[in-house]
């Protein structure tokens, strides 16, 4: 978390990718709160990748409704919304 903070106060423009570790649209909410661009999700989808379309389908709509309800919790009606909110995450 710490370490999004940090590159996005020092470069600004650059184009940040969320990513390493992250399982659940809350994860994703969080990254995006802290200042990433996107959220990457690697490793998490490649077991339902290897096991069917049907299971990774279903994850990544999981995924989706993870960070919709998050979003919908904290108020944040969009993404750019949700990257100016303090209710996710501490901020310093």
Known sequence: AECIRE???????A?????G??????DAAKALALGADLAG???ALLEPAVQ?????????ERV??????????????????LRNTSRLVRRE
């Open 41 to 43: 999700f690697g490793r």
């Open 15 to 19: 184009a940040l990718i969320g990513s």
């Open 52 to 60: 069917s379309e049907e299971q990774l389908d279903a994850l990544l």
């Open 64 to 81: 989706e409704l993870e960070l919709r309800t998050a979003m919908f919790g904290i108020g944040a009606g969009s993404i750019p919304a």
């Open 21 to 26: 570790g992250l399982n659940t649209g809350v």
């Open 7 to 13: 590159v996005r106060a020092a470069v600004p423009d």
